[in-house]
């Protein structure tokens, strides 16, 4: 744990980073999602939701570097990097399980970074409480 405290940081600058190569969907989705699931989708609502979904994903990667640096955000950058990602998680493991071949790096990325980031909130959540009894 303390590993996960002392290297926060460098930890959300990784994911962010990583997370932020969803633009390549808002740019062109058909390779976004060939590279994330191996399927494609055409048309024109598939090039709305797919590149709205790129850039989504695209900030809250930017978010997660913003929260990096800035400590006073970081509670907050990481409550919803953790939420979008395990609902990309969960709705991966519902519906999804055809896309596992392609898209089970992410969901096992995400899935560590979720308990990454839900330990570092629990350990500073706990320290916190520490500094103010004392």
Known sequence: MK???KNIKWIMLLSGILTCTMLLSLFDPSLGLLLTFGDKIDGNLANIVV??????????????I?????????????????GSKTIFIFLN???????FSKSG?????????????????????????LTTKN
């Open 93 to 99: 493991l519902i519906f999804g399980q055809i896309y």
């Open 105 to 129: 790096v992410a969901i096992v990325f995400d899935s560590l970074i979720v308990i990454v980031f839900i330990s570092y909130l629990m350990l500073n959540r706990n320290k916190g409480d």
């Open 51 to 64: 590149r709205n979904w790129g850039a989504l994903i695209a900030i809250i990667g930017g978010m997660l």
């Open 66 to 82: 913003y929260g990096a640096y800035y400590e006073s955000s970081r509670a907050l950058v990481l409550v919803v990097a953790s």
């Open 3 to 5: 590993f996960i405290f």
